[in-house]
């Protein structure tokens, strides 16, 4: 998470830019100034008019951009991409009246600024016991599934992608192995990887290659489809066997991500790609702020991947738990946020009178039970260093070398502060929180966290009053926990894009899982640090997305003909709902935590085809124009002549959610909703709802009835009741549809929202 960024990487990254500003410069000067004043963007043009129209609409491209720049040369100097694999596109460095001008075009459906956006992780980690019953297996068909990962790219040396025992790609497999610096290639387990690299800006231009030198990428696919590997662990700590959800399907890397951050057009060109390369599944652990659907390059790819039958499954974000900061929020895209497994990792402190006391992180060090000097930052002030900093936080610059040197230092503050006592030549760190947190950094000496008002008062007041405070940090190990829970950094809904969709929709194991990790970089990042490993831990979002995306991959292997919108019902109809921990808790989780094995069997299922998605749309506003470019062909679309989304939310959707503004304390809402017998073929279904008694909320009917699989019943679910309480409210109930072997669960929430901005 960005925002626990400690001083000392902070003040890199300074240097860093400062170094690029002025290789920006030096370019601009080569490449003259006309080029320089104008700004990479995307002209978004829907869906190809035909198959394999690629070369007429590249033309279509240089003409609308030669009308809308007016000079041959520097529309050709300007162009930077056109795709049109499966998506029509192309991007542009332009004016801003330029854009606009396009904008306006005929064949136009949006035109956006080129943005960056982030990985969704954090520098901190756990491991996941994934469940080892999954004997349950559709093998054959899961062998032929491809899960496509849009990343960082993959170290495929690792032995999470050892490819012993596994046949050629399947037949259906049209995508490419890119080379380059330190790839080894594919192989039967890695089946694909190719680099995107179109936007020039990027502050640092790593090298054109697949590998990941991050970690992230190959964190996220082994969490997916990696090898079980025994005995994986790191340093010792989580051993276990490392796998992903399903083992036997393959992985197609899409490298979009580099150290300067992930550029929309190349999440566009890898989606391009992907889609027509042949995977089953995306999954993409990218974030950045909600936009409008068509001027955001992740929905987009999303909705042309929907329209091909593909699933793209996104992190939900960690900008929690403040609430409204839900990402990637598009009806079309299973949204996941992160939580917790049953375990946390927690080290021993034991002090020079013998106490023994306990801290929490990931502490791979072993001091060999050797004392160590102990003191604290405020004893180690350097008088003449940095006097804004503070010196009891361990500030950069602020305590004396001297003083540091061979001891361990307790520090009050977050994070960050073993990277200063590791540059004095400290022995060990002792952070002390305000409140305990869920996930952990990895430092660079060996450390552990305390809570400040627990026993970190005890270490206080034994280096205060000792004369020769001495201590020792042992390593981490692991402890049970009650679980599970939403992470604290697992944004929160409400969503504002489409306000009665409610989001995220499910969450799954996010917090410090321990999965496969590159080699080309150390286990914290730092040059310094000498520790590499095959297994790191990470914590994120970013880890919970591809846990969804294997589940969805594991119904796959088994529904092979279900739709994107299918196997989404299936894994929030079966999830188990979450506890609520928290404030405004409701907006955390969704339908609840997956459960892979359930969801192959769900009962009934909420679809949602193309027609349907694109009468919400109208509904949303989208007007006739721009519905008939994203579905492509000659055929225009009009709104008005087809058959209007019904209901409150317009949509199919397995959840239902009302979003009332402040002022309004009525609550009146009629959701229409079709569910697909996907059970035995003669079967009966009773809808059994749970509600406060503010809520009342009526289904009508209230048996379902099905005499043949796949047959369609309809319901309506009324829900009224009134909120006259100020401030926010929250109303959860929950409508259930039941027979003897299944349980179809959908959250009803209502949110009356007191303006948060
Ligand atoms: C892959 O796994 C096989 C079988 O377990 C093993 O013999 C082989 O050495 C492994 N290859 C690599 C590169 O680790
Ligand atoms: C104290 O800070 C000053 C100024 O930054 C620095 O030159 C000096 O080396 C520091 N002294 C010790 C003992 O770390
Ligand atoms: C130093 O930082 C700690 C932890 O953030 C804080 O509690 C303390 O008040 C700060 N001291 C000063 C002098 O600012
Ligand atoms: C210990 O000493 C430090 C520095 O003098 C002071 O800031 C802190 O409050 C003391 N702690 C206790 C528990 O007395
Ligand atoms: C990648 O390879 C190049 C040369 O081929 C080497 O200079 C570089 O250090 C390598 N990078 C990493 C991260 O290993
Ligand atoms: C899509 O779903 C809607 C609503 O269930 C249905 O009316 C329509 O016929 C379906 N369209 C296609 C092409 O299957
Ligand atoms: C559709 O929207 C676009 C962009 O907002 C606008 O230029 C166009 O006139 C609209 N078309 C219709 C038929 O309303
Ligand atoms: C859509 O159809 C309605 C009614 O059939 C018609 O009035 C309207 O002009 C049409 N709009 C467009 C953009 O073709
Ligand atoms: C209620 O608030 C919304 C949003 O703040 C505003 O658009 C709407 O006009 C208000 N309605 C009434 C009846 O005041
Ligand atoms: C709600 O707030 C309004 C204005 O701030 C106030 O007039 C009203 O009495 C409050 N109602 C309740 C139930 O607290």
């Not at 990637?328 to 895209?333: D, G």
């Not at 540059?423 to 305990?436: F, P, Q, S």
């Not at 966290?449 to 001495?470: A, E, F, M």
Request: hydrophobic letters at 35%.
């Amino acid at each position: 998470m960005e925002k626990m960024q400690n001083i000392a990487a902070t003040m890199i990254h300074c240097v860093v830019s400062f170094a690029c500003c002025f290789l920006c410069l030096a370019a601009a000067f080569v490449q003259g100034s006309i080029v320089n004043e104008r700004k990479p963007y995307i002209v978004y043009m829907g869906e190809l008019p035909h198959h394999g129209a690629r070369i007429s609409a590249m033309d279509e491209h240089n003409n609308l951009l030669l009308k809308a720049v007016g000079d041959k040369n520097i529309a050709r100097e300007s162009k930077i991409y056109s795709y049109g694999k499966s998506i029509n596109a192309f991007a542009a460095r332009l004016l801003p009246d330029e854009a606009k001008r396009l904008s306006d075009e005929d064949g136009v459906v949006s035109v956006f600024e080129n943005t960056r956006r982030k990985l969704l992780t954090t520098r901190s980690w756990d491991f996941l016991g994934m469940p080892t019953s999954l004997k349950k297996r559709n093998a054959v068909v899961e062998t032929n599934i491809i899960v496509g990962v849009l990343d960082t790219g993959i170290w495929p040396e690792s032995p999470s992608f050892n490819d012993t025992g596994y046949g050629p790609p399947p037949a259906k497999w049209k995508g490419k192995c890119d080379k380059g610096a330190n790839f080894t290639g594919c192989n039967n387990k890695v089946i694909g990887a190719r680099y995107y690299q179109l936007d020039s800006s990027l502050p640092i231009m790593d090298d054109p290659t697949p590998v990941d030198t991050d970690g992230h990428g190959t964190h996220t696919a082994s969490i997916a489809a990696g090898i079980p590997v025994k005995g994986s662990s790191l340093y010792g700590i989580a051993k276990g066997t490392a796998r992903g959800g399903v083992p036997s399907a393959r992985i197609a890397m899409y490298k979009v991500c580099w150290s300067g951050g992930c550029s929309d057009m190349d999440l566009l060109a890898a989606f391009d790609d992907a889609i027509r390369d042949g995977v089953d599944l995306i999954s993409l652990s990218i974030g950045g702020a909600s936009r409008e659907f068509f001027h955001d390059p992740i929905a987009i790819g999303a909705f042309h991947a929907m329209r091909k039958g593909i699933l793209t499954s996104c992190a939900g974000g960690n900008d929690g738990p403040m609430i409204a900061t839900i990402q990637n929020v598009a009806p079309w895209i299973l949204t996941v946020a992160a939580s917790s497994i049953d375990r946390q990792f927690t080290s021993t402190i034991k002090l020079g009178d013998g106490t023994i006391t306990s801290g929490n992180g990931i502490n791979t060090f072993s001091m060999k039970n050797k004392m160590y000097p102990f003191t604290d930052g405020a004893h180690a002030t350097n008088l003449t260093g940095n006097i804004y900093g503070n010196s009891s936080a361990c500030d950069y610059g602020t305590l004396s070398e001297d003083i540091v040197k061979g001891k361990i230092v307790y520090c009050l503050g977050d994070a960050g502060q073993d990277y200063t006592i590791n540059t004095l030549g400290g022995a060990g760190t002792i952070m002390a929180v305000d409140a305990a947190t869920d996930y952990y950094f990895l430092t660079l000496t060996p450390a552990t966290t305390v809570v400040r008002s627990k026993n970190g008062g005890k270490l206080d007041r034994y280096i205060n009053c000792t004369k020769n405070p001495q201590a020792v940090i042992y390593k981490s190990r692991t402890v049970r926990m009650t679980a599970p829970f939403v992470a604290s950094f697992s944004s929160r809904g409400p969503q504002l894009t489409n306000r009665n969709i409610l989001k995220p929709d499910v969450t799954a194991p996010g917090l410090n899982i321990l999965a496969a990790y590159t080699k080309l970089k150390s286990i914290t990042g730092e040059p310094t640090d000498r520790r590499y490993s095959a297994f790191n831990f990470m914590s994120g979002t970013s880890m919970a997305c591809p846990h969804a995306s294997a589940a969805a991959a594991y119904v796959k292997s088994f529904h092979p003909d279900w739709s994107p919108a299918a196997i989404k019902s299936a894994l929030m109809t079966t999830a188990t709902p979450m506890k609520i921990r928290d404030k405004y808790g409701e907006l955390s989780s969704g339908s609840g935590q997956i459960n892979p094995i359930r969801a192959i069997n769900p009962g009934l299922i909420y679809d949602i085809n193309q027609s349907s998605y694109i009468s919400f749309l109208c509904k949303e506003g989208y007007n006739s124009t721009t519905i008939g470019l994203l579905i492509g062909g000659k055929r225009k679309y009009n709104c008005s002549s087809f058959k209007p989304a019904r209901g409150f939310d317009g949509l199919n959707y397995p959840s239902m959610h009302i979003h009332l503004n402040s002022n309004e304390s009525r609550i009146s809402a009629v959701f229409y909703r079709t569910v697909t017998n996907v059970g035995d073929g003669n079967s009966e279904f009773k809808a059994k709802v749970t509600s406060p008694k503010e809520l009342s909320i009526t289904v009508i009917p209230k048996t379902l009835k099905f005499k043949t699989k796949y047959q369609k019943q309809s319901f309506k679910v009324l829900v009224k009741g009134s909120s006259t309480k100020n401030g926010t409210v929250i109303l959860s109930a929950t409508l259930e549809w039941s027979n003897e072997g299944h349980s179809v669960k959908s959250p009803i929430i209502v949110l009356k929202q007191q303006s948060f901005f």
